[in-house]
């Protein structure tokens, strides 16, 4: 199955697009080639970019706050509910901690290293342009794969206890929603939220060879769906007429 997810706040957007551009940096430093390295400080400048826009560290913090976990009423349920239920409330303080102790400056380093300033002033935001204009970028480049690809676990250091944090969060979000089977009459669904909810997150589940794409819009009062029908990348799709058989999931915390 394929899950479409819409965050419902700019501050989940921001967490989700951290975790996606992290799960990139994993990727990319996998690799052993000059393009792999290139491609690393590319989603490293855009993670930068990022993080450099808000306080992300006290909006994580205020993020977990929230995050506690199934009350006990709950956790009594399963042995295996309760072991999660102490895990969820260990790591949060863990991280809290962890959070609370890292000095402000720590988060300073990328943006005061006169190399990346550079590599993204010359090559682009995404650091993967030329290097022609920048001799230091390409010598540096042509250095051993293993020094390149430590240096930037180095730089990515002080965002350890985030990127946890992030991870814990999001997974608390996903994992408090439940999915439900619905039908999307001639391709169109729309549903009102539920006000008194915090909710966080929609996410919709279709068959992964499926022909068909959901295009997800969400206010503060109402979700819309318009599911697509792709044709192919050189084809503009066109809303399906078909009812539509999907799952979809409102996650709240």
């Given at each position: ?11 989940i957007?921001a967490f989700?697009?951290l ?6 940096l994993d990727?990319?430093?996998n ?20 993080t ?7 909006e994580?913090?205020k ?14 349920d399963e042995?295996e509910?309760?072991v ?21 400056r720590?988060?300073q380093?990328?943006?005061n290293n ?7 002033q010359?090559c ?13 970028y390409h010598?540096?480049l ?6 390149c ?12 206890h985030?990127r946890e944090a ?5 997974e608390?979000i996903?994992r ?8 999307a ?10 006000s008194?909810k915090?909710l966080q997150l ?7 060879h499926?022909d ?5 819009s969400?206010?503060i009062?109402?979700?819309t769906?318009?599911f ?7 084809e ?6 078909e ?5 979809i ?5």
């Amino acid at each position: 199955m394929t899950v479409f997810e819409q965050p419902l706040n700019e501050r989940i957007r921001a967490f989700m697009r951290l975790q996606q551009l992290f799960v990139r940096l994993d990727h990319h430093l996998n690799g052993l080639s000059r393009c792999d390295i290139q491609a690393s400080i590319g989603v490293l400048l855009d993670a930068y970019d990022l993080t450099s826009r808000s306080n992300l560290k006290t909006e994580v913090l205020k993020e977990l706050e929230r995050h506690n976990p199934p009350d006990a009423k709950r956790a009594e349920d399963e042995e295996e509910t309760k072991v999660q239920f102490q895990l969820t409330r260990e790591n949060i303080q863990l991280l809290r901690n962890e959070l609370h102790a890292q000095p402000v400056r720590s988060y300073q380093q990328l943006q005061n290293n006169e190399f990346l300033n550079s590599v993204k002033q010359r090559c682009g935001i995404s650091g993967t342009g030329s290097t022609n204009d920048l001799p230091l970028y390409h010598f540096w480049l042509d250095r051993d794969v293993i020094e390149c690809r430590n240096t930037i676990i180095e730089w990515m250091e002080p965002y350890k206890h985030l990127r946890e944090a992030i991870d814990l969060i999001l997974e608390n979000i996903r994992r408090n929603g439940k999915f439900q089977e619905i039908t999307a009459e001639r391709g169109f669904y729309q549903s009102s939220l539920r006000s008194e909810k915090s909710l966080q997150l929609v996410r919709v589940e279709i068959p992964e060879h499926a022909d068909i794409f959901p295009e997800i819009s969400a206010g503060i009062h109402r979700i819309t769906i318009r599911f697509m029908k792709y044709v192919s990348a050189n084809e503009k799709p066109a809303q399906s007429l078909e009812d539509i058989n999907f799952r979809i999931a409102f996650c709240e915390l």
